[in-house]
């Protein structure tokens, strides 16, 4: 990522390279802080499923925002955050790529989309997953009371009537665990911005972004809430281990009624979890999972492309290069001979 690599770069010239044990929500023990300064740090995750970089702004006494660009489908147990994780925390994610899994402490599991907003307290949180491998977007982390006097201040500035911060919380996650909003104009406003500020009024916008937020948060309707967001481990753990089974063995054909048979979970519920815990019905994106592998192998090998096309799981060439060329709008063959 040259994102990263710039920002590993400058760190190692300021010698500010060292492992800590600070964060949020993604963050776990091993994060490796980059670069630091006031009010700002810059955070490297590296494990075994891919690498990306975090950036985390300190805006006020009990609020920070963090921007994510991670290449990972790492969980952590989501113990370090600035604050206490207490029931005061509330933590507000958007999601801008990819996809987003909130696993929480009552056994529910809810999922992001792009697009989508969700509001939950910190301390129901337990883990973070990123199912596509890829996630872009951004979390804030609001400590209800020490914000509390900031917003004040904020709003009087503003010659506004102060918002009452317990009272939106109180609201949202009256019926849940999470509050999820999908993706609407109205969120893409709030939260385009906030990836597009000029950096050197950065820190500035952010906290202007931030009140709007409050703003919006505090006229949303609990009735808003996508409900049928949320699924239970068992479901869970059964689609995982359907998708861990179908990518191992791209050479083979499934229909949906073994597969439910085979990991225990009812047809249609299948159906519907593996959508929102992927993104895609099945079908479609195991056809999408095979053709991207099919795409690694001409770029990185010199296989024949029938061996290739068996190897994901289609009987014959030509089968295999119209469904290449209409994802792809190229054949193989061209396809191999362009990446070189």
């Known amino acids: 990522m040259r994102k ?38 810059a955070f490297g995750l590296e494990n075994e499923t891919g690498n990306g970089l975090v950036t985390r702004y300190d805006l006020s006494p009990g609020i920070c925002l963090f921007y994510y660009d991670l290449h990972m489908s790492c969980s952590t147990d989501c113990k370090n955050i600035p604050f206490a994780r ?80 317990p009272a939106i919380k109180s609201r949202l996650l009256g019926g849940g665990p999470c509050f999820i909003m999908r993706g609407t104009e109205s969120i893409e406003h709030v939260f385009s911005e906030l990836y597009r500020a000029p ?28 409900t049928r967001r949320y699924f239970h481990k068992t479901r869970v753990d059964a689609v995982k281990a359907m998708h861990r089974y179908m990518t191992a063995h791209m050479d083979e054909s499934f229909t949906l009624e073994s597969l439910s ?43 024949p492309i029938a061996n290739i096309a068996a190897k994901v799981g289609y009987d014959s060439h030509a089968r295999f290069t119209a469904a290449f060329k209409a994802a792809n709008g190229i054949s193989p063959s061209d396809y191999r001979r362009f990446s070189v």
């Open 86 to 165: 207490t029931d005061d925390v509330l933590e507000i994610n958007h999601c801008r790529e990819g996809r987003f899994e909130c696993e929480f402490k009552g056994g529910e599991w809810a999922y992001l989309s792009e697009g989508d907003m969700s509001v939950s307290a910190a301390a129901v949180l337990k883990s973070s997953h990123f199912p596509l491998a890829r996630y872009h977007g951004i979390s804030i982390l609001i400590d209800v009371p020490q914000a509390a006097k900031t917003i004040e201040e904020l709003f009087a500035l503003l010659g506004m009537k102060p918002l009452d911060l």
């Open 199 to 226: 950096e050197a009024l950065k820190e500035s916008y952010i906290k202007l972004k931030t009140v709007e937020l409050l703003l919006f948060l505090s006229v949303a309707e609990r009735k808003e809430n996508d």
């Open 261 to 303: 048979a085979r990991f225990g979970i009812p047809l249609t519920a299948m159906k519907t979890c593996f959508k929102f815990v992927f993104g895609a019905p099945i079908q479609s994106y195991m056809r999408k999972y095979r053709l991207g592998a099919a795409a690694v192998m001409l770029r990185e090998t010199d296989e």
């Open 4 to 41: 990263y690599a710039a920002v590993q770069e400058t760190a190692e010239r300021q010698a500010q390279n060292s492992r800590v044990s600070v964060g949020a929500g993604l963050l776990g023990a091993d994060a490796a802080l980059l670069l630091e300064r006031d009010g700002f740090a």
